[in-house]
């Protein structure tokens, strides 16, 4: 079998393993207060170029996400957020119980806009109950989107600028955000998301490392006593250094970035394949995800060797199905699956 | 200015204000454990034919609500509701803010239908990742609903036996129980709605108290500490007998469902003007709560002289907006509104 | 049955009940924003000398205790209270509910100093470990305490100061507030309260009020979207002009403060009564509350006719218990129960 | 520096790092599901004599233990505790961040007895008030505990059939279990454990992981849907066989107890070498936490080499500090150490 599906199938880049092999009887202090973290953080600031910004290990995506968000909002207040988006879909519910609504945008592709933003706020100061209903009081968005999708450089802008004139703070998942960065499609960069961003993370789990997710907080109001919610949340690793030694190494060389690249690429190849064949794409994604619209006995036949996701059924005869690259995946792999599909 | 905007605009039925002053300089004990208490918790057994149903007495209806859905659900379950269920959209992320995802159901007229619930239910267990979900733990309906329709006997039988087939406790937010009850297109009394759900509550609020809900539990499973959430909740009066008179007045002498009939068939006048008038309706409501739809220049004219609620925008030149009934509105008043209408 | 056993054991003062019964048919908009409520607002705005003040009107004590903990915490941090506050007590665990940890001080009368708290959130700042701890984030008194106690203005003053200089909002739980201002032994008026604090409240439901609690607001900070946090905590009140009327009662021709000082006469001649006969006293309360320390077999005596509170063991042969006065006790009950304890 | 601050200064056993590089290109399903994590919970049930248990990988000790208490209480209930357990003191209060309070025993040496908990239990049923208090819900204790000591086989016997008895499940942190087990004065192995709680975790953490606790539910009706709640509560590790890999190891050839006994004995001569010196304990701890009693000046002269925790002053002139010993700890650095002491 193999396995197309999901971007974290395998352990981690080899560099990684190795470096905490070499640091192993190393003795340092807990929680995220070690040199190998504090190496992490600067490096990411340089990258980021935000000298400013306070950058936090945490373990997994959706103890990021619930962690982020309860640490900005008030008890009455929401986060809006595309209907799609992990933190609505797939997180049983982690923000909820957290105490606070994910107050959702309807979204074709994974994407929200700037305009969907102001009238969502809008109408909720508008309505003469607004004080019945949750108040919106952040944005969440995904990039790349659950369904692969990119924000153009101006979407961004746009939508920052509007949460900062509407006072809402924008928060980026970038649970896979390597795939974004290095996409064929991208207009941007880390720079650029911390620009336009108050907060966002920068996903390790996804793209090589063995978990992590390193939290950039740009916005100062945003900062205060955060590694207490992390406590609390649960998500503050003993051996923090194990964070700050996978963040290091991937910022070492650019190994992040030239990973990430290495799945997009094999990611187009296979989304050429499909087109090549004839399938309709559900989403017109340019990152590690594709998402093929298939006959079903099509399917039938790739599933003896390969797995990959199911997404949702199109019609009587076609199902939409998800096939992700990763850092880890094989050029060997997709070269198969390729052979496979063209003789489908 | 005459009020049609709510039911909740004047005091209580000058009944319940004369017991309370009979009964003001007498002693009882606290929290509802009074001989007041128990006595209207007699009627309310009787009147639903549930003689061994629990009754407890709550201030409001937001409280209520999310004190039954905490006492029943378990942190990773959800309520599932018509998406335009009051615990949805107007109680400020209540309900979340318990640490419980409300999971909405399309509506068009505020019922969902058994075959709902079942549908959503399955899609969820049969989904590969239904742990990253939250889990479908109980059913919360209106009735009648906010836009002021009814389930039939039917309906709700149906949506009781598929609850019961599938473990999901079965809630019904009564908030306006009396104007359903006393419908001319009522098809359910209190011993019904007894029977086909696990738990419901008796409004007094909108239907003649100055404030007050009946809670009542038929599930034996759900009747457990019942009193601890209501504390904890902030929903235990220290004079608890306010609760216990006034539902005690409410159910002598069928005082309940007279005064809601009085309201139903004042609704129903004013939908007869409307209809003869040429407005569609937005909804087919047999209740206290009619939505014509008007132009917009008859509005301002009806604003001039009365208060109303905005519901929506219908398009460029006309909106729905809300008329209420209540046990307190006058024939007068009415008889007024309908020659006011007849000459716009 | 001569009931001394709490201060919520009858209805409200007769002038309340005849308001409401005046203004039964009015028609007013509902939650808290008619007419009688703001009029209840400006009195109380001008006796405690704030005329900035927020004025909000909430049914019960643990709500409001709950609604305003939870309105000023970020998730990490606690309520610091005395070991006896009502919140770590008798309230259900409300607080720690909305997911606050209420942070205990030894108190042996009901008070805790400023000195304590300035040691607390020292020790909380030098411990290595702070961040694995909750952050105390606000101060919870009560006046007068649960034991009947009082502090006074240099007590309550220094006490602020603290709080002022660590930033933290200092809150006061005035659920007994007029037997506290209008006791013989009290050095503090509503405006050396509201200048001393940044938030309390002024308790209805014990003092003379059905129920209701109004929570003044005068740190600015603290003031914003507070409607929402009432609301979805179950405190709004649909016809919240029955929360207006009531404390416009009380607040007019000084109603609260004679009934309460009415309380407080009764509260001191038994207070006599119970130390002429010789009986210890647990606390040394000048309020309401008294606690006399009894032997067995006159606490059996006693129960014949009165019922009193029991409140704990004090040795073999002896309890402590709680008689309570309040705004509706009759001379002649107390003048009863004095001759029955002097033949004991 | 040479630290014995704590037990997580290192990485992890050679072994484990070993087995992840082995294993690290290998593809398996995510989320616990992998034959890693299997084969660990087969082993896992072995050790325990508990064929029917449920075993469940978390990533730390703070997220599972609020996990495992959440799981297991109604809104209203709270967890029985030592008053120094780590859920009351040092998780910032993640415990009531899920909305239940811990219900603190006093308790010198970090162990509470069947008889403190059965009359908390009494006491909270017999308080007339008791619907106005949070009800205790379930027992947590930590074996060893926070301060190195051990319940005998009769002591948690006892505790167990006291809550078997009350309906408390009862919850052991064993985030430091495998130097309970190899204690010279252990009388409890894993089946021992298994057999008198109704849910336990065993840490790996401090023991030689790189992180992970295994939770062992042997309590049928503890079982139901918890990986949900794993994963709401952002426990659940996408690369879940991480976890597997690192149990299954130290569960290999007796792993686990060699490198727990290896840091008894070591912690056992250090403990010699402070009682031959002259030194009280704080604890008497037969694991691998060590509590001496120092004057300040010796302290003073330590800290120039080694790391280890302030405790707690104990006179104008002496203090209690931890010495930790670990499964990394070096011989050489012990005998260093017992020499330095020993020409204090």
């Not at 980026?172 to 390597?178: E, K, N, S, V």
């Not at 394949?273 to 794409?281: N, P, Q, R």
């Amino acid at each position: 079998m193999i396995r197309f599906q999901c971007d974290y199938a395998e352990g981690a880049h080899p560099l990684i393993l190795q470096k905490m092999a070499e640091t192993n009887e190393e003795q340092t202090v807990g929680y995220g207060n070690d040199p190998y973290c504090e190496r992490a953080r600067k490096k990411i600031r340089t990258l980021c170029d935000a000298p400013e910004a306070d950058v936090h290990f945490l373990v997994g995506g959706t103890q990021t996400n619930f962690t982020v968000i309860r640490s900005i909002l008030r008890p009455h207040q929401g986060a809006v957020a595309a209907n799609t988006g992990h933190i609505n879909v797939h997180e049983t519910g982690a923000v909820e119980a957290t105490g606070h609504k994910v107050l959702p945008l309807p979204s074709e592709d994974g994407k929200i806009t700037a305009d969907q933003v102001r009238e969502y706020y809008e109408a909720h100061w508008q309505d003469a109950d607004h004080e019945h209903m949750v108040q919106p009081g952040m944005v969440y968005i995904s990039h790349p989107t659950e369904n692969g999708t990119l924000y153009s450089k101006e979407e961004l802008k746009a939508l920052y600028e509007v949460c900062q004139e509407l006072g809402l703070p924008l928060f980026l998942d970038g649970a896979r955000l390597g795939y974004g960065v290095m996409s064929e499609a991208s207009e941007l960069g880390l720079a650029d998301i911390a620009a336009f961003t108050d907060v966002f993370y920068i996903g390790g789990t996804k793209v090589g490392a063995l978990f992590g997710e390193a939290v950039v907080i740009t916005n100062p109001a945003l900062k205060k006593d955060f590694r207490y919610l992390i406590k609390q949340s649960g998500g503050m690793l003993a051996k923090g250094r194990l964070l700050g030694i996978q963040f290091d190494v991937l910022f070492t060389d650019d190994l992040y970035f030239r990973i990430s690249d290495h799945a997009d690429r094999l990611a187009m190849r296979l989304k050429e394949a499909f087109v090549k064949k004839g399938y309709a794409l559900r989403y017109d994604s340019y990152t590690n995800q594709q998402f093929p619209i298939l006959p079903d006995e099509h399917l039938e036949k790739l599933k003896e060797k390969y797995s990959f996701g199911f997404w949702e059924r199109m019609d009587a005869s076609r199902c939409v199905v998800r096939f992700c690259t990763s850092w880890a995946t094989k050029e060997e792999a997709v070269e198969e699956l390729i052979r496979d599909i063209e003789v489908l």
